[in-house]
């Protein structure tokens, strides 16, 4: 019903930025909000940031004031702006959308993830 395609990252260096992209088709107005996680090695998926239809966002202490995630409702897509990349930032990051489920709550669909690598 609906996918994701996502972009963007790549190899920079600590203090550096990137921008991530994801790309939503299908059934859009299943979506009620987008966000990104990120996986390290060994580690637990965590959440990055979350953006709902009305424009409410959140972010997780770790990336608060230097990650920044918006839309193009005309493109269907959701950008994460990364900026002062860390080494510890270095994760695969997956594109999230949660959808309406047909009696409530919510399920997730995800992006096929992209490496982001920060050096020192």
């Known amino acids: 019903q609906v996918q994701l395609v996502e972009s963007g990252g790549g190899l920079v260096q600590a203090g550096g930025s990137l921008r991530l992209s994801c790309a939503a088709s299908g059934v859009i107005s299943l979506i009620n909000a987008m966000g990104w996680y990120r996986q390290a090695p060994g580690k637990q998926r965590e959440l990055v940031t979350t953006?709902?239809?009305?424009?409410?966002?959140d972010y997780a202490d770790s990336v608060k004031g230097r990650f920044t995630i918006s839309r193009d409702n005309a493109k269907n897509t959701v950008y994460l702006q990364m900026n002062s990349l860390k080494p510890e930032d270095t994760s695969i990051y997956y594109c999230?959308?949660?959808?309406?489920?047909?009696?409530?709550?919510?399920?997730?669909?995800w992006g096929q993830g992209t490496q982001v690598t920060a050096s020192s």
């Open positions: 999230n959308a949660k959808l309406k489920r047909p009696f409530g709550g919510f399920y997730d669909v």
């Open positions: 953006l709902t239809n009305s424009g409410i966002t």
